[in-house]
């Protein structure tokens, strides 16, 4: 039932349909559904999905509730990234930075990554989709930042990209 680093398993209740997590380093034979109150045989169980982590488990639930709606589920949880065009990602990424540098620096490493450099016009676009502020310095923000350089006069890369 166990395969190397997976600690988290979803099954499906046979009874209510519902999805739950079971912890797969626990050498348990059953569990109780949350739902119904229903006793589940493990070794008759199906895992539909494997994670390492509880939350990406729960993020496994939801779209295993969702599929048996009738809605698609993705079959990785990165689908919902590479939806998103390279200035999406990356000021949604920025969101997550404390201040004003930090998320520059997110800014900068989603860019490099994403299209392996970035111009003014670059940047632009992102800052566009944040609350922050297109400035005539902002170029020369850039340049001062540790974790970015510039190859080419005007096209910059991250160190960490």
């Known amino acids: 039932m166990k395969e190397d680093g997976d600690k988290y398993g979803v099954i499906v209740c046979s009874d209510c349909r519902k999805a739950k ?3 797969l380093t626990k050498d348990r034979k059953t569990t109780e559904c949350h739902r119904c109150g229903q006793r ?26 969702a599929r ?17 065009d390279p200035y999406q990602l990356a000021a949604k990424e920025a969101e997550h930075g ?10 900068g490493r989603v860019l ?25 310095d902002m170029i020369e923000k850039f340049r001062n930042l540790d974790e970015i350089y510039e190859p080419e006069h005007g096209t910059f890369k991250s160190v960490e990209g």
């Not at 993705?74 to 990234?81: A, C, I, L, T, Y």
């Open 112 to 136: 490099t990554r994403e299209l392996g450099s970035f111009d003014r016009s670059d940047l632009e676009k992102v800052f566009k989709m944040t609350d922050m502020d297109v400035e005539k």
């Open 68 to 84: 048996m709606n009738g809605e698609k589920m993705p079959e990785e949880m990165n689908d919902e990234k590479e939806e998103l």
């Open 21 to 23: 997590i079971i912890d």
């Open 40 to 65: 589940l045989i493990l070794k008759k169980m199906k895992i539909h999905y494997r994670a390492d982590s509880r939350e990406e488990a729960s993020w496994a639930i939801g779209q295993i509730n």
């Open 98 to 107: 404390d201040d004003e540098r930090e998320r520059m620096l997110i800014i």
